[in-house]
């Protein structure tokens, strides 16, 4: 079995792929066959030491013959000038030839004997690596060399690794996008390993960015973890006491409620847990969206805060609002009920038309981690909410929900302008607004609106009488109890010729007989004008107005009189008469004042002009 290794570096660092050997044929290298590690060791470090010394990158690929591997044992190479090579045919067991490797290289060496070069100074000792992460570096595997690859490796690896522990400390920094077991240098290792034994023990300690992430990697593999609830238990307090205490980076801090949002869903946690997780604005978007959606199962505030979330806040700044804003959310709620109920375009309704249909789009989670998975058979949906859940289908991730940027949302701003238009005009508040003729579509459902409105303040400005007759016996008895009282013994033993009797065929005449109770005509109708006025809440000023209006009367002096505008006056009779009529009685045009025609026989009678 043979190894290539390609030099790539000119300081040292190596990589090796069985590929190399096809890539390799275009360049200009040297080929050397050896029995053992330890010239490679050395031809490694000569190559190295004779680039560095030359300020040329050279290249070569090194063919070890590797028949016995299970009593290999890994070495960091020495860093020294080399020896002479000793090179054999792959077919022929005998020395062929020595060569220097770099010949034009200095050579800071000394020969004791033919064929034999010696290192200046004492030899440096060989690590020992420990046994574990020596087995755990021959689990690796080249595979096909994708991403997917590197992704199982550390996962088998870490498996492997999931109880071990150490006690070497490393300090310094990493600077690899996707850093892995094999990727790190042995110091490196153990120093990861021992942060990581001091970390599980509460003792969190800064390090580099790439021990971060491959701990974190660790964590949604499940690697040091019993269960699914057991990681993300682990991942909140690895945020809690190493990121939120100022030891990582921000990219960390930036993503890691992310990564845990998305290890919930993927591993089919309750939506409650995923939603503590998830972002808030995606959240608020869905739970105004479903308001929209069903607008029946929720209250008015519920649904005008779900208007305003989509139109831009502009809804705020209605004049409708500021002065009468419990009125304005009942009836800017009611517009959006009765649209969405009743509207249609072809065969979409206004929500539709609004929001669209729920699409799916490929989903990436755990983006920018180590997470791997096996392949494994589809899964049940999962629905975080009633307008997103999350499918895994022939290995991959959906995620379905109602487009964020949707061209139907300018539906709702058309309505809510067209709804502010005409609430201000049937309300007589603020300026007008301008029509817009692609907004007409909303004016039957805004009229429906309005008229139930309408309806309902015409109800309630009538006076109602409640009865209790509950008590209706009690009044009964306590009635005949004074009525007893007040008899006296003539009205219950006299005789019938005692009492004063009218005759039933008597006409009142006028006569004096009932002198006393006669009441002229005239009189009674100036009492009737002077009581119905008076219960009107008017001032004398605003019924004389009035009067003249029903008379046909010109006003002008009337109105310089009580030197005030034509419309202050207006909107002061008006709100006099409100919880009277339910509606304006009088229209100000101009310095003209008017009385609404519908209403003049009302008027009539309640200031006694009735002809």
């Known amino acids: 079995m043979l190894f290539y290794y390609h030099i790539i570096d000119i300081f040292g660092y190596y990589r090796t792929h069985p590929a190399m050997m096809q890539k390799c044929g275009k360049c200009r290298i040297t080929m050397y066959i050896f029995d053992s590690l330890e ?35 890994y070495q960091d190479a020495p860093l020294f000038y080399g020896q002479q090579l000793a090179t054999r045919d792959s077919g022929n067991d005998m020395l062929e030839h020595y060569s220097q490797a770099f010949p034009h290289a200095a050579k800071p060496s000394q020969t004791t004997a033919a064929g034999e070069t010696l290192q200046k100074g004492a030899p440096k000792a060989n690590k020992q690596i420990p046994e574990q992460i020596r087995r755990m570096r021959n689990l690796y595997q080249y595979g096909d060399g994708s991403f997917r690859q590197m992704l199982k490796n550390f996962y088998v690896q870490g498996k492997f690794m999931e109880e071990y522990e150490d006690t070497v400390p490393w300090s310094g920094e990493i600077y690899e996008s996707w850093p892995t077991y094999h990727n790190l240098t042995l110091a490196q290792l153990r120093g990861y390993f021992t942060w ?79 939603s503590q997780y998830a972002d808030r604005e995606m959240l608020e978007r869905d739970a105004k969206t479903e308001i929209l959606r069903k607008p029946e199962h929720y209250s008015d505030q519920e649904v005008f805060d779900a208007l305003r979330f989509f139109s831009g806040k502009k809804i705020d700044t209605s004049i409708i609002i500021q002065k009468e804003k419990e009125a304005g959310v009942s009836l ?67 995620e ?11 539906h709702i701003q058309e309505l809510i302008h067209e709804a502010d238009r005409r609430f201000r005009l049937y309300l007589k508040m603020g300026r007008p607004l301008k029509e817009r003729k692609e907004e007409a579509w909303a004016v039957p459902y805004i009229e429906a609106v309005i008229a139930v409105d309408k309806q309902a303040r015409l109800e309630a400005a009538r006076p109602k009488i409640t009865i209790n007759f509950s008590g209706l016996d009690k009044i009964r008895h306590d009635a005949l109890e004074t009525q007893g009282c007040l008899l006296t013994e003539e009205d219950t033993h006299g005789t019938p010729d005692s009492a004063v009797k009218r005759p039933k065929d008597k006409k009142h005449d006028g006569s004096s007989e009932y002198a006393g109770n006669t009441v002229p005509a005239d009189a009674v109708d100036k009492t009737d004008q002077k009581t119905a006025a008076a219960s009107v809440p008017l001032d004398s000023m605003q019924i004389q107005l009035l009067r003249m209006l029903l008379r046909g009367e010109p006003i002008q002096s009337a109105i310089a009189a009580q030197h005030g505008m034509p419309s202050v006056i207006a909107d002061a009779i008006n709100e006099a008469l409100f919880d009277h009529i339910g509606d304006m009685v009088v229209e100000c045009s101009g310095a003209t004042i008017t009385l609404v025609e519908d209403y003049r026989s009302d008027m009539s009678e309640l200031l006694g002009e009735n002809d």
């Open 39 to 73: 010239d490679v060791e050395t031809i490694i470090q000569k190559i190295v030491d004779a680039v560095t010394g030359t300020k040329k990158q050279n290249g070569f690929t090194v063919i070890l013959d590797n028949n016995d591997t299970e009593h290999a044992q």
């Open 196 to 274: 990581r034994t001091e970390l599980r023990k509460g003792n969190y300690q800064k390090h580099c960015t790439a021990f971060s992430l491959m701990y974190f990697s660790e964590l949604v593999n499940g690697i040091g973890t019993a269960s699914a609830e057991d990681g993300l238990s682990k991942m909140q307090a690895f945020e809690e006491y190493y990121i939120n205490a100022g030891m990582s980076s921000g990219y960390m801090r930036y993503s890691i409620r992310q990564w845990m949002f998305d290890f919930a869903v993927i591993n089919r946690l309750a939506p409650e847990i995923a």
């Open 332 to 398: 800017f709620a009611a517009v959006w009920r009765q649209a969405s109920a009743q509207y249609r375009q072809g065969t979409k309704s206004l929500f539709g038309l609004c929001f669209g249909r729920k699409y799916a789009q490929y989903w990436y989670p755990l983006n920018n981690t180590l997470y791997y998975r096996e392949p494994t058979q589809e899964l049940k949906d999962y629905e975080l909410n009633s307008c997103r859940k999350y499918s895994f289908k022939k290995g991959w991730w959906y």
């Open 400 to 410: 379905h929900s109602y487009r964020k940027w949707y061209d139907g949302l300018q």
